[in-house]
């Protein structure tokens, strides 16, 4: 089973911008969807965003709707979030996480096969 490395993470002020990455380690990485969520202090892991095997079919959840965008690199078997206009509330740690069982349910983490460590996003008022 592959691994996957995030980055990106760190400090920043409201209304800043960051951009996260996901590495795989698997040359199979064109096979998964891929997906986001975060897991903010004191709440349940919640869904981020998504994106098909191709990039065809992206999925955001609300929160970060028209702040946040999620791309693939399949060349480079990465998976990119940006996160733009950043807010107190967006502070968690985020996760990548790869799945190949369930496409058409990718907003639901029990989708997914292969999780990372986790990035830290810390966003100060």
């Known amino acids: 089973q592959g691994q996957l490395v995030e980055s990106g993470g760190g400090l920043v002020q409201a209304g800043g911008s960051l951009r996260l990455g996901c590495s795989a380690s698997?040359?199979?990485?064109?096979?998964?969807?891929m997906g986001w969520f975060q897991r903010a202090p004191g709440k349940e892991r919640e869904f981020v965003a998504s994106?098909?095997?191709?990039?065809?079919?992206?999925n955001t959840a609300d929160s970060i709707r028209g702040r946040g965008t999620i791309s693939r690199d399949n060349a480079k078997n990465t998976v990119y979030l940006q996160l733009n206009n950043l807010k107190p509330e967006d502070t968690a740690i985020y996760f990548c996480?790869?799945?190949?069982?369930?496409?058409?349910?990718?907003?639901?983490?029990?989708?997914?096969?292969?999780w990372g460590q986790g990035t830290q996003v810390t966003v100060s008022s």
């Open positions: 994106i098909s095997k191709a990039g065809t079919s992206i």
């Open positions: 698997e040359s199979t990485f064109n096979n998964y969807y």
């Open positions: 996480a790869a799945g190949l069982r369930r496409p058409w349910l990718t907003t639901n983490e029990y989708s997914y096969d292969i």
